[in-house]
């Protein structure tokens, strides 16, 4: 058994604290189509969804090995580095969660990282070529990969259904939605809870507990695995409404069709060791699929607020979890100011939060935003889906007004 300095506790305790945030930050990612189309009720959806994140942590343990062996040089890494990292990635959460953005946990923590490591021991302890090749890259590809496959995936459904049973389909691809559902809570368990993994084995290398180059201790798999699974249960509702209604109208074959590739994208790159974000994958097959069917716009400037945060969440953590690093180098005192600011941050953000309350009973209650410049030009120039025109015609088109009789005339 590993012997444990009261640091390196802390550490692994804050570890599962990022790794719960990240369950109830990226529930959406799994469950948010399946929840606004309505193939499976709220509660139920996260319920399976925990589960299926539990067992997908054990499937592999590349991106945990990226994390704790590539990224940063961890013979130079203290506990006190790590600690910092993730009270950059824990605020950067429960900041963009207040908000309702889909942002990334993943890069959140990978900037956490990135900001301590240089603050303690200089630039030249990051690995830039594997944050380039194993980060950024895959930040950059994978929505656009995952958007194009759903947008193709949409538009070849919806051509092989022309002739089907409209109620018949409807049903049958929100069952293949739940399937696919599955798969992408089955891959954000492979891929973050991971990223909890690589971190907690970096500490325990740092703190000299394990050897350098270990792969995850069963105790670490099992720990990030059951705590991601909580906060997937937990249940992200503010997220799940944007990236269930805010971005665009879901039909059951969009839904189908975005699942199913953001899955194929997130397993191909958790076996290939790529530290993918699994809400970029997610939000590009969900916009994706809403261009992909005829008469389907995306609302843009939710998606622009989105990828601002998206830009946003690397060096935002890194520089909070930079100047948490100078804190800490204080000593003791400047560890435990470290550690009361975010209990404190914390409380505030969730006491902020109940002003306006989002929970399973009104996640699909969501008031239409004005249609936005882009928004407006797509639709206009694109053709309805067959069988709104005519109701279409009745909205618009006024009855005629009678005319008035001509006033009679006397005859003398």
Known sequence: MESFSLILAIVVVTALVFDFTNGF???????????STGALKPKVAVAMSAVLNLVGAFLSVEVANTISKGLVD????????????????????????LVGLPSSSS????GGLIGATIASAGVGAVHGDVLVTKVLIPAI???IVAGLAAMLATRLSYTLGKKADGKAAAKGYRTGQIASAGLVSLAHGTND??????????????????????????????SAGLAIALGTYFGGWRIIRTMGKGLTD???????AAQTSAATVILASSHLGFSLSTTHSVSGSVMGAGLGRKGGVVRWSTATRMFVAWGLTLPAAALVAALAEY???????GTALVAVFLVASSAAIWKISRREIIDHTNVVDVSEEPPGVVTTAIAAVTPPPVGTVAEDLTATISAPVAESAPPATTSV
């Open 25 to 35: 930050h990226d529930t959406a990612n799994a469950m948010a189509t399946t929840i």
């Open 74 to 97: 961890e013979t130079g890494i203290r506990p006190e580095v790590i600690f910092a990292a993730l009270v950059g990635a824990i605020l950067w959460n429960l900041a963009t969660w």
């Open 107 to 110: 890069h959140a923590l990978m």
């Open 141 to 143: 590809a994978a929505p």
């Open 193 to 222: 809870a991971q990223k909890t993994m690589g971190i907690i084995t970096l500490a325990l290398v740092a703190g000299g507990a394990v050897a350098p180059d270990s792969d995850p201790p069963l105790w670490v798999i099992l």
């Open 250 to 256: 879901l039909e059951p074959q969009q839904g189908f």
């Open 327 to 333: 804190v800490t180098g204080f000593g003791s005192w």
